[in-house]
């Protein structure tokens, strides 16, 4: 009788932790992204519902550095985040003009916060796995509201490597009064990007 109730014990434990475990999972891919993977590069395709759809090609430092190149449409701007400032090209590269100033270090602390807040309130979370071009992966999905973009609700999806944590690709959904976007990012690692010096 004792066996039985530890047997039953055990598996509701085991049961109650692997649902947290995956609440767990989407809080720490939500809060913490692939900052601690170096240098990446994001295909990002952004559709403003309604208004336009745009791809950008985003090389991060993975230290707060970065430059967004446009590919369609063409004519966009490219962006160049360098020493906490921001410049702006309109001749692909060619030439940088500065834009302003920022606080990098308080920005991320500042997104940190808020997305640890935005966390938990998150819900509908679940975990799967999904094989892609012969490739398992992690997938993690949920929904949550925003405490940066006001009324907004955010549904956001991730496909994870299980053996790195590294997140290949990501899909955001948001919600809001008067608008929607849906952005789909698709990342690789870019250890060989080198920054451009504006100055």
């Not at 601690?36 to 309604?50: L, R, S, W």
């Not at 090389?59 to 906490?84: C, H, Q, R, V, Y």
């Not at 590294?166 to 809001?176: D, G, L, N, T």
């Amino acid at each position: 009788m004792k066996h039985t109730f530890l047997s039953f014990a055990l598996i509701c434990f085991a049961t109650g932790a692997h649902a947290q475990t995956c609440e767990d999972h989407f809080a720490k891919l939500l809060i913490n992204g692939n900052q601690d993977f170096g240098p990446t590069q994001m295909h990002i395709t952004q559709e403003i519902v309604g208004v336009r759809t745009s791809i950008t090609q985003h090389n991060d430092t993975g230290n707060g550095n970065g430059m967004s190149k446009a590919i369609d449409p063409e004519s966009d701007p490219w962006t160049l985040f360098a020493n906490d400032k921001m410049y702006m090209s309109h001749d692909k590269g060619a030439t940088w003009g500065f834009v302003t100033d920022f606080d990098g270090e308080k920005g991320r602390a500042d997104h940190k916060q808020a997305m640890t807040r935005d966390a938990k309130t998150a819900r509908d979370v679940s975990c799967a796995k999904e094989t892609s071009n012969d490739t398992l992966k992690d997938v993690v999905a949920g929904t949550y509201d925003s405490s940066v973009i006001e009324g907004a609700e955010i549904y956001e999806k991730f496909w994870v490597n299980p053996e790195t944590g590294f997140i290949a690709q990501s899909y955001r959904y948001v919600k809001s009064t008067g608008f929607e976007t849906k952005t789909t990012q698709v990342v690789t690692l870019n250890p060989d990007f080198v920054l451009p010096k504006p100055e």
